[in-house]
């Protein structure tokens, strides 16, 4: 399974609702390609600003494919601690 984030800037255009909206319809576009790929979004929008208070709308996503997972037996288990 693998686990990514999509990151949409809101700042742009931050007049009224504008800049949300924007951001909120091209994070749409964004996601909708993502499940279109195998990407299946987990769980709703997050809102988040950065240090200088810009800000960002996120999506977390999924994918279970198995052609993007990694198998598992062929990552070898780390090393035990020496004593």
């Known amino acids: 399974m693998q686990y990514k984030v999509i990151v949409e800037d809101a700042a742009r ?11 909120a ?3 749409s576009e964004k996601v909708n390609e993502a499940i279109k790929d195998g990407w299946e979004p987990l769980g709703g929008i997050a809102h ?3 240090r200088q208070e ?14 993007h ?3 598992a037996e062929k990552v070898p288990s780390p090393a035990p601690p020496e004593a």
């Open 13 to 23: 255009g931050l007049m009224g609702d504008s800049g949300m909206e924007a951001a």
């Open 54 to 67: 810009n800000p960002f709308l996120l999506q977390a996503m999924i994918n279970r494919s198995s052609m």
């Open 25 to 27: 319809d091209i994070l």
């Open 48 to 50: 988040s600003e950065n």
């Open 69 to 71: 997972a990694v198998d």
